[in-house]
């Protein structure tokens, strides 16, 4: 790291038909560093105490909006390019005049004169999760912190990310913790992974300004594509699993016509106390056990969570493992959901779907398949949206079966909510509940996530949820 000491700046800014005079000190305290990716920290940018005191009154009296998605929660102002407070607007067009032409020079490249700026709240619970904020036209990201005093304790830290051989986010190598009337820049790449921290603290408001300067984009390296999960046929089971492990209820035919008519009607069912009631709490009892092994699912942006090896699963979850992936479930889903989901063909007789019957007939019949695993989640665990994803996307049958959230609550987040692809407005969430056997089907164009889990989820009440664990399969026609 090196730092660099000594260089002012000194600009003029109209207020109210009179000249203010202030000091932007980008080089008095500044650090470079290029690990993990180049980024600098400017302490004290702004020289003129008072005019950093004005900057957050008028920031706090702006209006600002919740957003929402699979990647962060926050509230954001509008865009403060046309601004006519005196403060925002003398320092927006500091930034982005002699500022931006000093920053272009040193980069040795042409910076544009866009301006891209707004201002940022992040309250308790409020978070980004890990992006590389490349975008076309944005060449340097900027943050300046408008903060009280701030601790690493209180969350909301800039994190940046190592790289592993594929370019994609490893780990957190760094934290720059939020200080008042700092500027911290960075270069946007392709590995530029970086997140904002949940913020911990109850009563602190980090307040910030942040933007890009936009210029010629790098040069991206061809974009990694994840291997396939691999997908099985069914496992060779017959009805005696299904009489051994599901509520009797859901076995009665005449229910399952009325399951099917509701789900082919809303393409979702959620069936309440799916499993005996001994079983389920014989599983999850196991799942608890030390003995499994649990595997963080990665890379950060695109998924957090661990997963169990199934060679670690105690005897009675693998069985319950094996209960989704057999024949016998197979044939059960193809009767709740109308699918068809095994060798065998539905058969009409007198205008019901009475018996199987194989379907030896055509090449375009395919075999349909699942893949599965036992997850667990706890505090920091989501999934993200990614565009590998949205270009696999294809139809298929969600299976979610959660244990061990009885005291779970929607504001700790987990949830599974689905959305229309580039749509952030969502389709359809399905919350955590004990017991409760979440089938949804979904075509090419809807996508998935699981929200953050957040800070509340290990502070409500007398007794903390540590987290939950749930069977998560795909079946595919």
């Not at 470079?32 to 950093?52: A, G, Q, T, Y």
């Not at 032409?101 to 700026?117: A, K, N």
């Not at 099985?232 to 009325?258: C, F, G, K, M």
């Not at 989640?377 to 139809?395: I, K, M, R, V």
Request: hydrophobic share 35%; charged share 25%; aromatic share 12%.
């Amino acid at each position: 790291m090196e730092k660099i000491s000594g260089l002012y700046l000194h600009l003029q800014m109209p207020v109210e038909q009179k000249q203010l005079e202030f000091v932007l000190l980008f080089a008095g305290d500044l650090e470079l560093d290029c690990f993990p990716f180049p980024h600098c920290i400017i302490k004290n940018f702004l020289s003129s105490e008072v005019f950093v005191e004005n900057l957050q009154k008028e920031l706090l009296g702006l209006d600002f909006h919740e957003k929402s998605n699979d990647l962060y929660k926050f509230k954001q102002s509008d865009d403060l390019k046309k601004r006519t407070e005196p403060h925002i607007a003398g320092l927006r067009e500091g930034l982005f005049g002699r500022f931006r032409s000093w920053l272009g020079e040193v980069l040795g490249v042409e910076l544009e004169p866009t301006v891209d700026i707004s201002c940022a709240r992040y309250e308790h619970t409020d978070v980004l999760l890990c992006h590389d904020d490349e975008l076309e036209g944005r060449r340097v990201a900027f943050i300046l912190y408008l903060v009280p005093p701030w601790q690493s304790s209180d969350g909301g830290t800039l994190d940046l990310y190592s790289i592993n051989s594929n370019f994609q986010p490893q780990s957190i190598v760094k934290s720059l913790v939020p200080s008042w009337n700092t500027l911290v820049l960075f270069e946007v790449s392709p590995v530029s992974f970086h997140q904002v921290s949940e913020v911990l603290s109850k009563d602190k408001c980090r307040l910030s300004l942040s933007g890009w300067f936009h210029g010629p984009s790098l040069e991206r390296p061809p974009r990694h594509v994840e291997a396939a999960v691999p997908r099985s046929p069914h496992l060779p089971r017959d009805e005696t699993v299904l009489l051994e492990w599901v509520n009797p209820a859901y076995l009665d035919i005449s229910y399952q016509e009325q399951i099917q008519e509701e789900f082919e009607d809303s393409s979702e069912i959620q069936l309440k106390d799916f499993l005996k009631e001994e079983k389920f709490r014989e599983v999850s009892e196991a799942l608890r056990l030390t003995e499994i092994e649990w595997m963080r699912k990665g890379p950060p942006n695109k998924r957090c969570y661990e997963a169990a090896s199934l060679d670690s699963l105690p005897p009675c979850v693998k069985a319950c493992w094996e209960l989704l992936h057999s024949e016998a479930f197979f044939l059960l889903l193809s009767n709740f959901t109308g699918l068809r989901l095994h060798y065998l063909e539905k058969e009409q007789a007198g205008g019901r779907r009475s018996h199987w019957v194989v379907d030896r007939l055509g090449s375009e019949c395919d075999i349909p398949v699942c893949c599965g695993e036992v997850r667990r989640w706890s505090h920091g665990s989501y999934t993200l949206l990614h565009d590998g994803e949205a270009a696999q996307a294809e139809y298929a049958l969600d299976l979610v079966l959660p244990f061990g959230c009885t005291d779970w609550q929607s504001e700790f987040g987990g949830l599974t909510c689905y959305v229309a692809n580039e749509e952030d407005e969502e389709l359809l969430t399905i919350y955590p509940e004990e017991n409760s056997l979440a089938l949804v089907y979904r075509d090419k164009e809807t996508l998935k996530f699981v929200k953050h889990i957040n800070h509340k989820s290990t502070s409500a009440g007398s007794s903390p949820c540590r987290g939950f664990y749930d069977f998560s399969f795909v079946y595919y026609e």
